[in-house]
C-alpha cells in the first residue's frame, strides 16, 4: 500500500467512526458540521479575498485549539474546508508516522464524513435514472457539499462517473441552471467576520474589569466587525457628553 493509499484508507475508517459518535444514523450532516467543529474547538471565521485560501487549522502553545474559515468561499466548500480542518484535529491524525500524507487524508475524510458511502450510493443509484449530472446535481444539493466533492466521492468509491469528471465547479453551477435547478443558496458565499471565544473575552473584560470601549473596539474591528462599532459608537458618544461637561 502506498502512502496514499493508507491515508485514504485509515482516513475512511475514522470517518465512519466519527459519525458512529457524533450522530449515529446515516444522514448528510451539511452545515451541521460547523457545530460539530464549534464542539471542539474555537472557530473563527474570516473574509479573505483569496481564492486559494479556505482556511486552517492552529494549535496554540496552551494547548487550545483554532480553526479559521474563510467566508469568502461558497457555503458548499466552507462546510467541506470545516470537514477537513476536523482531521488535523482528530486523534486519528495524531497518530500517524511523519511520512503520512495528511492532505490527501482530510479530503478522504471530508469526503467521507459529508457523503457516507452506504448513504451516497443508494441514493446515486435512485437518482440516475434521471441522467448522471443530475443525480450529481441532487446529491451535492442534500449534503451541502462542492458538485466536484460528490464527483470525486463516487469515483473513489469505483462508479464510473468519468464523462463529468472535468466539470469544474463554476460550469456544474451552469448545468444546474441549464437543467431547471432552482439557484441554491450554498453556491455564493455568507460573508462573515466572526470569533466568538475572542469576542467573549473582550466583552468580559469590558463589563468586569473596566477594559476602556475604544480599545475594546480596536481590539474587535478585525474578528466582531459589529460589537467593535457598537463600541466605538458608545465612545463617541461619552466622548460628546465629556465635551458639554466640560
Ligand atoms: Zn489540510
Redesign the pocket.
Known amino acids: 500500500m502506498n502512502h496514499r493509499e493508507k491515508a485514504e484508507k485509515i482516513a475512511e475508517v475514522y470517518a465512519a467512526s466519527f459519525l458512529k459518535d457524533a450522530i449515529g444514523h446515516d444522514l448528510f450532516i451539511g452545515s451541521h458540521i460547523e457545530r460539530l467543529l464549534a464542539d471542539k474547538v474555537n472557530l473563527i471565521y474570516q473574509y479573505v479575498e483569496d481564492e486559494n485560501y479556505f482556511g486552517a487549522a492552529i494549535k496554540h502553545q496552551n494547548g487550545e485549539q483554532f480553526v479559521v474559515l474563510n467566508t469568502f468561499h461558497s457555503l458548499r466548500a466552507r462546510y467541506f474546508t470545516a470537514a ?2 476536523l482531521w ?1 484535529l482528530s486523534e486519528g491524525s495524531l497518530m500517524q508516522d511523519e511520512n503520512f500524507d ?2 490527501r487524508a ?1 479530503d478522504r475524510f471530508a469526503a467521507a464524513i459529508m457523503l457516507p458511502k452506504a448513504l451516497i450510493m443508494e441514493l446515486w443509484n435512485k437518482f440516475r435514472k434521471q441522467g448522471d449530472e443530475a443525480a450529481i446535481l441532487q446529491i451535492a444539493d442534500l449534503a451541502d457539499v462542492p458538485y466536484m466533492t460528490v464527483v470525486r466521492r463516487l469515483s473513489e468509491l469505483g462508479e464510473n462517473v468519468l464523462p463529468v469528471k472535468k466539470i469544474t465547479e463554476m460550469e456544474w453551477i451552469t448545468v444546474r441552471s441549464e437543467l431547471g435547478f432552482p439557484i441554491s443558496a450554498s453556491d455564493y458565499s455568507s460573508k462573515d467576520t466572526r470569533f466568538v471565544a475572542y469576542e467573549h473575552a473582550v466583552k468580559e473584560n469590558v463589563e468586569k474589569k473596566g477594559l476602556d470601549i475604544l480599545i475594546a473596539a480596536n481590539k474587535l474591528s478585525k474578528f466582531a466587525p459589529k460589537l467593535a462599532e457598537q463600541y466605538q459608537h458608545a465612545a463617541l458618544s461619552r466622548g460628546h457628553v465629556d465635551e458639554d461637561e466640560s
Open positions: 477537513h480542518e488535523h495528511h492532505e482530510a
